[in-house]
T-cell receptor
Framework: DAGVTQSPTHLIKTRGQQVTLRCSPK?????VSWYQQALGQGPQFIFQ???????QRGNFPDRFSGHQFPNYSSELNVNALLLGDSALYLC??????????FGPGTRLTVT | QQQVKQSPQSLIVQKGGIPIINCAYE??????FPWYQQFPGKGPALLIA?????SEKKEGRFTISFNKSAKQFSLHIMDSQPGDSATYFC?????????????FGAGTQVVVTP
């Protein structure tokens, strides 16, 4: 049974560019949440998708947007990248609202 | 506003010792308290979780103790092994209105020496 997968593993972008990160949830899961984890900190909630709609959002600017597809996979888009956006971006999937399983993350470096 | 406060920031124990990590929360609406283990370069892995209707839960060598009145919960790692060396995060979420949005502590780096 495949767990949560994310692509790419690593990414280097220049300030001002745009980036798209991808996530495939664990088999049978229908909810995808995205988190940002800065170095040495705990993950911070960005937003959650359920039934192809953003169900709730954390304290992140509109530069952060997402999408969920009919097969429950999801994308995270970040526009106008800032140096401070450098972080590990984690995708978590769940079937209920509680047990969330994380993928390996995408390490984004903005130069 | 940090809703989950975790301590200590780091700790070192010898093999066989019992590292204890503590977390305190403020939001009384929280009703789910998981612990995650994270190795360098990996995503967090769900270790064990507890609901407020029980005071203790054990899974293998990992035990959660929960004190609802004090709004605190802790993780004990029994008979710790060098392979348990990792960063541990506590988290909390509320059932109503937040759809399982996890609020994480800042993490505790645990080192188990041989």
């Amino acid at each position: 049974d495949a767990g949560v997968t994310q692509s790419p593993t690593h990414l280097i972008k220049t300030r001002g560019q745009q980036v798209t990160l991808r996530c495939s949830p664990k088999s049978g899961h229908d909810t995808v949440s995205w988190y940002q984890q800065a170095l040495g900190q705990g993950p911070q909630f960005i937003f959650q998708y359920y039934e192809e709609e953003e169900r709730q959002r954390g304290n992140f600017p509109d530069r952060f947007s997402g999408h969920q597809f009919p097969n429950y996979s999801s994308e995270l888009n970040v526009n106008a990248l800032l140096l401070g956006d450098s972080a590990l971006y984690l995708c978590a999937s769940s079937l209920t609202s509680y047990e969330q399983y994380f993928g390996p993350g995408t390490r984004l470096t903005v130069t | 506003q940090q809703q989950v406060k975790q301590s200590p920031q780091s700790l070192i124990v010898q093999k066989g010792g019992i590292p204890i990590i503590n977390c305190a929360y403020e939001n009384t609406a929280f009703d789910y308290f998981p612990w995650y283990q994270q190795f360098p370069g990996k995503g967090p892995a769900l270790l064990i979780a507890i609901r407020p209707d029980v005071s203790e839960k054990k899974e293998g060598r990992f035990t959660i103790s929960f004190n609802k009145s004090a709004k605190q919960f802790s993780l004990h790692i029994m008979d710790s092994q060098p392979g348990d060396s990792a960063t541990y995060f506590c988290a909390s979420s509320a059932k109503d209105g937040s759809w399982g949005k996890l609020q994480f502590g800042a993490g505790t780096q645990v080192v188990v020496t041989p």
